[in-house]
């Protein structure tokens, strides 16, 4: 049958083309899309080229050449067309959410990356589903404690999703870093305690000023004090900088955002080793594939406890997605976030 595909087709461009998809097989289900979220960063360096030394989900790129077409977007919802044999979890005209999608109309994926939505949950939430996985991994490698202070270093969407979380975890107080004053306005609205410029000279100072506790101020330790839990999400050298700058002694910090980039040097003896400082890799993959434990739980035990969480109503993302566009606008879409400027969080509408 015939499906229509977002295809990243050259450096900056994306098409909607029209291209075959078959049955699902055995063990297979086949989803019409009804919404695909942009997760900015991941799809951006995708769409402008980036080298990623073979290391790249959705395209290799053997010694660092890029490669096209690439397609992405891995977070989705959809309704259930047809299930292959051997399918139990779901059945057809179930409403459900995926992992490691793409933006198209027709998906056939595998079973263990389908779930079932609940019923309270809309087609526009359940598509934020696996990309609030990569916080939520990360928010568990670093082991949080109810009560501890946590540090979020940059406001796009996983930013953004990882401060809820925090939140909904028992993290207090919870800082958002972001250089875009707009982006920390909304990681306040979203419950942040506090937002702050990463740019400022004074920002380590700030981070401990606001999670010293009182035995500290008390004994003039204010400099001992920091976040006790940072998630750091832009990939940026610099921001790894200041995020060690302003993490407390024995700190966990997880380094959600890939930085792709190794040319930037970092003071390891003093801001780690010094201070016991435990840097953890967060990338999605560094999980387990059948089986969780404690900290490090599969895609989809995290994937039905977002889920869990929404439907309990122990997070509220209404209004957290900014814009919906039809396929058909993709072009300008793309174009936007290939452009570099603050990009918002996107979903694609297929039709409901």
């Given amino acids: 049958m015939k499906t229509e595909s977002i295809v990243f087709t050259g450096p900056g461009k994306a098409e909607l083309i029209e291209e075959e998809i078959s049955a699902p097989k055995a063990g297979e289900v086949l989803v019409r899309l009804v919404r695909s979220t942009i997760s900015s960063g991941t799809e951006r360096a995708n769409l402008i080229g980036v080298p990623d030394n073979a290391t ?24 259930v067309e ?5 399918v139990s979890s779901v059945n057809v005209g ?3 959410a995926m992992s490691w999608t793409v ?3 027709y998906v056939s994926i595998p079973e263990k990356r389908v779930y079932r939505l609940p019923d309270t949950v809309s087609f526009e939430q359940g598509a934020l589903t696996h990309i609030a996985t990569f916080p939520m991994a990360a928010i568990r490698k670093c082991r949080l404690e109810m009560g501890e202070s946590a540090l979020v270093m940059g406001q796009g969407i996983l930013g953004q999703l990882a401060v809820v979380l925090l939140k909904a975890a028992g993290a207090v107080p919870v800082i958002a870093a972001d250089p875009i004053p707009e982006k920390r306005a909304r990681a306040l609205e979203l419950g942040a305690d506090y937002a702050f410029d990463p740019m400022d000279k004074d920002f380590a100072e700030q981070v401990r000023s606001v999670t010293a506790t009182g035995r500290l101020v008390q004994e003039g330790r204010v400099a001992d004090a920091g976040a006790k839990v940072v998630i750091e999400v832009t990939g940026n050298g610099a921001a790894l900088n ?10 966990r910090l997880a380094l959600l955002g890939c930085t792709r980039d190794s040319n930037f040097s970092i003071d390891y ?10 840097l953890v890799g967060a990338h999605t993959n560094a999980r387990p594939d059948d089986e969780s434990a404690s900290g490090w739980w599969t895609t989809r035990d995290d994937a039905l406890a977002f889920l869990k969480l929404l439907a309990f109503r122990r997070i ?3 209004g957290f997605v900014s814009e919906v566009h039809t396929p058909n606008e993709c072009g300008a879409v793309f174009a936007r976030l290939a452009a570099g400027a ?11």
Avoid at 342 to 349: D, K, L, S, T
């Fill in 316 to 318: 509220a993302l209404d």
């Fill in 242 to 251: 200041m995020a060690l700058d302003a993490i407390a002694p024995f700190g």
């Fill in 342 to 352: 603050p990009f918002p969080v996107v979903q694609f509408n297929w039709g409901d």
């Fill in 56 to 79: 790249g989900i959705y395209a290799k790129c053997p010694d660092g050449q890029v490669t096209w077409p690439r397609r992405a977007g891995y977070s989705s919802t959809g309704i």
């Fill in 269 to 278: 003896y003093h801001k780690v080793h010094g201070r016991g400082v435990t």
């Fill in 103 to 105: 933006h198209r109309r």
């Fill in 82 to 86: 047809a299930v292959g044999e051997g």
């Fill in 94 to 96: 179930d409403r459900v």
